[in-house]
């Protein structure tokens, strides 16, 4: 939410909104980023996201 937010205030500020550089400034590995997030499908066909632990849909 943190990086969202900051993308936000860099694009209404006017300037350029690289993620890669909010990555760095923020010591984001967008690696692990996508470790932590699973997207799938349970058994009923239904998509189910999760964050690390947490089932978020």
């Given amino acids: 939410m943190v990086v969202a937010k900051e993308k936000i205030?860099?694009?209404t500020k006017g300037q350029d909104t690289d993620?890669?550089?909010i990555y760095d400034k923020f010591g984001i590995d967008y690696n692990l980023l996508a470790l932590l997030?699973?997207?799938?499908?349970?058994?009923?066909?239904?998509?189910?996201?999760?964050?690390?632990?947490?089932?978020?849909?």
């Fill in 9 to 11: 205030n860099l694009f």
């Fill in 19 to 21: 993620l890669d550089q």
């Fill in 37 to 57: 997030m699973q997207k799938g499908v349970n058994k009923d066909g239904n998509l189910q996201i999760r964050w690390g632990e947490q089932q978020i849909a």
